[in-house]
């Protein structure tokens, strides 16, 4: 990775982390009440189990990527 300054990028640059940790984080909360809301019915129809796995996977997928977010910040900031 360059890290040398070609003089053409402006000071003012911001990371985008900050905006995928809160999307990323959005993501996860709506997506596991979804799966919790699928799996926690009485006699859900076979759609909805499958709507709600179908939730369950990307709800993990979303918490993977707050991980890594995660770490990229804190290495960044140090």
């Known amino acids: 990775m360059n890290t040398h300054r070609m003089g053409n990028e402006p000071l003012s640059a911001r990371s985008p982390l ?6 990323s984080a959005f993501g996860a909360l709506i997506l596991t009440s ?3 809301y ?3 019915r009485s006699d859900p129809a076979p759609g909805l189990v499958f709507l709600g796995g179908v939730a369950a996977v990307f709800a993990i997928v979303a918490f993977i990527d707050l991980y890594v ?4 910040l804190r290495r960044h900031d140090k």
Not at 18 to 23: A, E, Y
């Open 69 to 72: 977010i995660i770490a990229r």
């Open 34 to 36: 979804g799966a919790v």
């Open 38 to 40: 699928a799996f926690s």
């Open 18 to 23: 900050h905006l995928r940790l809160v999307l």
